[in-house]
């Protein structure tokens, strides 16, 4: 039976130096396969491998990994992930390969597909039919490139896995008129972001924010959040102050 489990919750969060690029990492597991969507970065590397330990999954285990784009905060540790195919689009190995993201000043680019290459790498154009009830499909516009993956649940929700299609819940009702770090075009953002809502979708999980639902046209987040900011600000001891951020339901 085909089941969803989100390994790390994305937080609504950025900073004013920048990004902090804390980003969802989901589990699907059917009969057959693990598969990621997504692998984090560095920086919540040891939460990733926690969250791995806590549902019994060895990185070794993990069969494939379907990476929505190739900024940094959603494809650094793939190196954790040593007998996975990978698999992206067509259109985002194109934008990396041939070094476009340089041409609309995409910053966000590690420069690591040579090694997933060599790792095997399976490249979709418009559609990837993983398994009856699980597809890739290219959503372009938040990246030239950037896909989502929608899963038929056995109890009927369907769900997407957005990246950073939406990145925040907040997109979706406001549909601002350009989301913050938009490096595709702007027309196919709004095309894609409504193929993935007209698709009825019952849960979304968005690259960064926590998984939540609709119901009757309301957006519900399925559990609370927590997230800790922590500032050394003391120049005369290591005192560190805690900010402790809930996130509400
Ligand atoms: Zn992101």
Redesign the pocket.
């Known amino acids: 039976m085909t089941r969803i489990i989100p390994l790390l919750k994305?937080v609504p969060i950025t900073g004013s130096d920048g990004?902090l690029?804390w980003?969802s990492v989901t589990l699907i597991q059917n009969e057959d396969e693990i598969i990621l969507v997504d692998t984090g970065f560095h920086g919540n590397r040891h939460h990733l491998l926690q969250a791995l330990k806590d549902n019994r999954i060895e990185p070794d285990e993990v069969n494939r990994v379907i990476l929505t784009?190739l900024?940094f905060?959603?494809c650094l540790n793939y190196d954790l992930f040593t007998k996975a195919s990978f698999v992206l689009s067509r259109a985002e190995y194109e934008y990396v390969k041939d070094k476009k993201y340089l041409e609309v000043g995409d910053v966000?680019i590690p420069d690591i597909l040579e090694r997933i290459e060599n790792r095997g790498l399976v490249v979709f154009y418009n559609e990837l039919k993983i398994s009856q009830d699980i597809r890739c499909l290219l959503t372009p516009g938040?990246t030239p490139g950037s896909s989502s993956v929608v899963v038929d649940l056995p109890n009927g929700d369907r769900t997407g896995i957005c990246?950073?299609l939406f990145?925040y819940a907040w997109e979706i009702n406001l549909l601002p008129e350009v989301p913050q770090?938009t490096f595709g075009d702007i027309r196919e953002l709004k095309t894609s972001q409504k193929m993935i809502l007209d698709m009825g979708v019952k849960k979304l999980i968005c690259?960064?924010d926590r998984p939540l639902s609709f119901q009757d046209k309301n957006i519900v987040f399925d559990e609370t959040g927590d997230c800790e900011i922590t500032l050394f600000i003391d120049t005369n001891s290591s005192i560190a102050t805690n900010y402790k951020i809930k996130l509400a339901k």
Do not use: E, L, T
Request: proline share 0%; net charge negative.
């Open positions: 994305g990004a690029g980003s784009h900024h905060d959603h966000f938040h990246g950073d990145k770090g690259g960064h």
